[in-house]
């Protein structure tokens, strides 16, 4: 995997984590941890943009996030387990994994 791509990744993960925070935030220090998640995810994703697609970086990040969510909001917080609702993240992840296998970091580059 590519830096660019792991970036990505990164900025997914904060992603995941401000998406929770701002649900289940309650004191002023979990709010400043999901303001520097917004802040730092949203950096990264530019960061990784100036080498990758924006479009194909974007939904990449935004895939990662919305699976980590609903996954981790299952798993942490008693969210009720549906089966349509877990084949369609893996629909998402498929669709997710396809664009990041055919693009390529230098197919963003600016000149």
């Known amino acids: 995997?590519?830096?660019s791509w792991n970036i990505v990744l990164l900025a997914g993960l904060f992603e995941i984590g401000w998406v929770i925070?701002?649900?289940?935030?309650?004191?002023?220090?979990?709010?400043?941890l999901t303001a520097f998640s917004i802040y730092l995810s949203?950096?990264?994703?530019?960061i990784a943009s100036r080498k990758l697609s924006v479009g194909t970086a974007y939904a990449v990040f935004?895939?990662?996030g919305t699976a980590g969510t609903v996954i981790l909001e299952i798993v942490l917080f008693g969210e009720p387990f549906n089966l349509v609702k877990i084949l369609l993240i893996i629909l998402l992840?498929?669709?997710v994994i396809g664009l990041k296998t055919i693009t390529t970091e230098q197919e963003g580059e600016r000149v």
């Open 21 to 32: 925070g701002l649900k289940h935030a309650s004191s002023v220090g979990t709010w400043v």
């Open 93 to 95: 992840l498929s669709g």
């Open 1 to 3: 995997m590519n830096r």
């Open 42 to 46: 949203m950096h990264l994703l530019i």
């Open 62 to 64: 935004t895939g990662m």
